[in-house]
């Protein structure tokens, strides 16, 4: 039996694990500037400082977690419910690929494009809402 082909939603479901691992691992790379000793640790101590590319990246992952959830519940919603395609994959992977460019923009520090790349992975998940919804 030949296994049905996996929909775009469920295909860029499976990349923005990929672009979490990504963001944990360059967050936690990031905080060598902290030493192994910090980062072996309970890491209880919060006087350490972190650098300003460190900290970023912790708050950039922090972002992509407030939205992720969503994501992940609209990507399998409209899979099982078979409403995938059109405007739900279009809103799908305009979500990936603001998350990824978002997280690099935000590394490099540019505030009022983040924002502007943030609201366009918001669209994203509202057009996957639409999708979910009509």
Same mark, same amino acid.
């Given at each position: ?50 650098? $300003? %590319? ?12 407030? *939205?992720?959830?969503? #994501? @992940?519940?609209?990507?399998?919603g409209l899979a099982v419910t078979g409403k995938t395609g059109g405007i ?11 998350? $990824? %460019?978002y997280a690099v923009v935000y590394a490099v520090g540019i505030p009022v494009?983040? *924002?502007?790349?943030? #609201? @366009? ?8 809402l639409i999708r979910f919804m009509g």
């Amino acid at each position: 039996m030949e296994a049905a082909a996996a929909s775009t939603e469920i295909w860029v479901l499976g990349w923005s694990v990929v672009l979490l691992l990504v963001q944990i691992i360059a967050q936690a790379s990031a905080g060598a500037d902290v030493g192994p000793k910090y980062l072996f640790s309970s890491r209880d101590d919060s006087r350490v400082s972190r650098s $300003a %590319v460190a900290g970023r990246l912790k708050r950039a992952l922090n972002n992509l977690l407030e *939205t992720y959830p969503a #994501f @992940i519940a609209l990507a399998l919603g409209l899979a099982v419910t078979g409403k995938t395609g059109g405007i739900a994959a279009t809103g799908a992977m305009l979500w990936l690929g603001a998350r $990824a %460019v978002y997280a690099v923009v935000y590394a490099v520090g540019i505030p009022v494009a983040r *924002t502007v790349i943030w #609201f @366009i992975s918001i669209i994203g998940l509202v057009m996957m809402l639409i999708r979910f919804m009509g």
